[in-house]
């Protein structure tokens, strides 16, 4: 059984930053993706961005266009983690923060298509 703990919460200051960590255990997939998630209050969870792997390729990412530019999907294979770097955050960037994983290299932005996931991390970004 895949387990995903997520790490690197916080509050922080509007245009600062924050490191989110996602470490996997208890699987082995020769394809599979990585995704980062959120959800705020009162709202849907929603697909912040997410890498690939298989056996022709590694490390294909894709982000939510309210992220590009500014979030960063990375991965320490020898830690069996993946991190979520977000600078110049913004106060509508306040959510629980969620990792999940899927068996497959294709990239979904449903949440449904995730088979595993995370308890989520609080990331709080005052004004």
């Known amino acids: 059984q895949v387990q995903l703990v997520e790490s690197g919460g916080g509050l922080v200051q509007a245009g600062g930053s924050l490191r989110l960590s996602c470490a996997a255990s208890?699987?082995?997939?020769?394809?599979?993706?990585m995704a980062w998630f959120r959800q705020a209050p009162g709202k849907e969870r929603e697909f912040v961005g997410a890498?690939?792997?298989?056996?022709?390729?590694?490390?294909?990412?894709h982000y939510a266009d309210f992220v590009k530019g500014r979030f960063t999907i990375s991965r320490d294979n020898a830690k069996n983690t993946v991190y979520l770097q977000m600078n110049s955050l913004k106060p509508e960037d306040t959510a629980v923060y969620y990792c999940?994983?899927?068996?497959?290299?294709?990239?979904?932005?449903?949440?449904?298509?995730?088979?595993?996931w995370g308890q989520g991390t609080q990331v709080t970004v005052s004004s």
């Open positions: 999940a994983a899927r068996g497959e290299s294709v990239i979904y932005s449903a949440a449904g298509k995730y088979n595993y």
């Open positions: 208890g699987g082995t997939f020769s394809s599979y993706v």
């Open positions: 890498m690939s792997w298989s056996a022709w390729s590694a490390g294909i990412t």
